[in-house]
């Protein structure tokens, strides 16, 4: 494998679900973070974590929960989600001393809540 | 709060022929990175071309170049000879420059650009 992965790719659940999206990088990165890509709005910044430790919080729900085990994995858990959370989840990971700090993206899981 | 504005939803070109994508961004930062993003049917977000705001030289990428003009804060992406393959959305996107060797910092993503490729 090499890049970004996530998984699922699609994920349909009922309100009442709990679920979780996994990345995981295999490009020897320290940072990472979740998107939210919904059909009417830019893409927006969840989550950024670096060197496993939470340092951007964007104001998001409580319902989704991030976890970031080590620089390789990224989890999102979702539970009690409501219909307008329905988007796009990328996740991306990026060296955090790169001259850039370039983010990386993964294929995106789609998610349906119904 | 930095802020990212594409002004052209969808944009057309005949294949072979040269486009410009219109990008223009608001922040009180003197330091910071643009980049052009590309995410076709796939929904694979993929990275296109980057520019520091410190180095006056446009950067180029094969056949895509920008123009970046920053007392403007305007940087518009530029595809010469325009394949079939380029069709897809474009997004610019901004990230501040990090001092503090924190180095993570969430990228602000303008609205996307739905380019069309005629043949």
């Known amino acids: 494998e090499t890049g970004v992965t996530q998984t699922p790719r699609h994920l349909v659940m009922g309100m009442t679900n709990k679920k979780s999206l996994k990345c995981e990088q295999h490009?020897?990165?320290?940072?990472m973070y979740w998107y939210k890509q919904s059909a009417k709005k830019p893409l927006e910044l969840m989550f950024v974590?670096?060197?496993?430790?939470?340092?951007e919080n964007n104001s998001v729900p409580s319902r989704f929960s991030p976890e970031c085990p080590n620089s390789s994995h990224l989890f999102l858990h979702l539970h009690t989600l409501q219909p307008e959370d329905s988007a796009l989840y990328l996740c991306a990971s990026s060296s955090r001393l790169g001259v850039f700090g370039t983010q990386y993206f993964g294929p995106g899981t789609r998610l349906l809540v119904l | 709060a930095q802020t990212v504005t594409q002004s052209q939803p969808e944009m057309s070109v005949q294949e072979a022929e040269t486009v410009t994508l219109s990008c223009t961004y608001d922040?009180?930062?003197?330091?910071?990175?643009l980049f052009w993003y590309k995410q076709p049917p796939s929904r694979q977000m993929i990275l296109v071309i980057r520019?520091?705001?410190?180095?006056?030289q446009n950067a180029t990428e094969n056949r895509f170049s920008v123009n970046f003009q920053k007392a403007a804060k305007s940087f518009s992406l530029k595809i010469s000879d325009s394949q079939l393959g380029d069709a897809a959305m474009y997004f610019c996107?901004?990230?501040?420059?990090?001092?503090?060797?924190?180095?993570?910092?969430?990228?602000?993503f303008g609205k996307g650009t739905h380019l069309i490729i005629q043949p």
């Open positions: 996107a901004y990230r501040r420059l990090m001092y503090s060797g924190g180095g993570a910092d969430g990228l602000t």
């Open positions: 974590y670096s060197l496993e430790e939470r340092v």
């Open positions: 922040t009180s930062e003197s330091d910071y990175y």
């Open positions: 490009l020897g990165h320290n940072a």
């Open positions: 520019q520091e705001a410190y180095k006056q």
